[in-house]
T-cell receptor
Framework: DQQVKQNSPSLSVQEGRISILNCDYT??????FLWYKKYPAEGPTFLISISSIKDKNEDGRFTVFLNKSAKHLSLHIVPSQPGDSAVYFC????????????FGQGTELSVKP | DAGVTQSPTHLIKTRGQQVTLRCSPKSGHDTVSWYQQALGQGPQFIFQ???????QRGNFPDRFSGHQFPNYSSELNVNALLLGDSALYLC?????????????FGPGTRLTVT
């Protein structure tokens, strides 16, 4: 049972344009969502998060949007840079299970110069 | 400030053998979680250790066991290895705070079972 899904295995974007990565979830108990970025031969690195009491969180070029009614979140990167090329994972958690992150399958972003 | 470290980097084992993987958490962190990442998949939660006890466990068989030491470092043990155990094993550390969902990951140990 895949509770967190990233349906796009890959995404290619031109440098300077917007990258939009999508994530869907099925468990309505999830109350905290995170995005991680992973380069080859490195562990995932925390990027940005959002609590279920919000619908938007921004950090520089990165913005995460949460639509609870649709059980959908998205990560926007504006403007995209070649250094953003990596695999992006969406993850979700329940408050009293703070240590247990449920990850999606990942989306490989390629930003072309 | 040392981040999360894991050893070894790579490991090759034969079916039926046992393996131990090691993790040192980020300085100041007292909670360690282990994840298994199969090729092309996202990390899957194995278990979490805090105060030297297993606090949460994912959907993994008893062949997967762990330990946390007083200095907060941790080991993951897998017995009776199967070909399907081949994966990247990630260790993540955090501070035991209900608001601390943000986990810091190590580079992982690549286990190959032949």
């Amino acid at each position: 049972d895949q509770q967190v899904k990233q349906n796009s295995p890959s995404l290619s974007v031109q440098e300077g344009r917007i990258s939009i990565l999508n994530c869907d979830y099925t468990n309505s108990m999830f109350d905290y969502f995170l995005w991680y970025k992973k380069y080859p031969a490195e562990g995932p690195t925390f990027l940005i998060s959002i609590s279920s009491i919000k619908d938007k969180n921004e950090d520089g070029r990165f913005t995460v949007f949460l639509n609870k009614s649709a059980k959908h979140l998205s990560l926007h990167i504006v403007p995209s840079q070649p250094g953003d090329s990596a695999v992006y994972f969406c993850a979700a958690s329940v408050y009293n299970q703070g240590g247990k992150l449920i990850f999606g399958q990942g989306t490989e972003l390629s930003v072309k110069p | 400030d040392a981040g999360v470290t894991q050893s070894p980097t790579h490991l090759i084992k034969t079916r039926g053998q046992q393996v131990t993987l090691r993790c040192s958490p980020k300085s100041g962190h007292d909670t360690v979680s282990w994840y298994q990442q199969a090729l092309g998949q996202g990390p899957q939660f194995i278990f979490q250790y805090y105060e030297e006890e297993e606090r949460q466990r994912g959907n993994f068989p008893d062949r997967f066991s762990g330990h946390q030491f007083p200095n907060y470092s941790s080991e993951l043990n897998v017995n009776a290895l199967l070909l399907g155990d081949s994966a990247l094993y990630l260790c993540a550390s955090s501070f035991k705070d209900p608001n601390s969902y943000e986990q810091y990951f190590g580079p992982g140990t690549r286990l190959t079972v032949t």
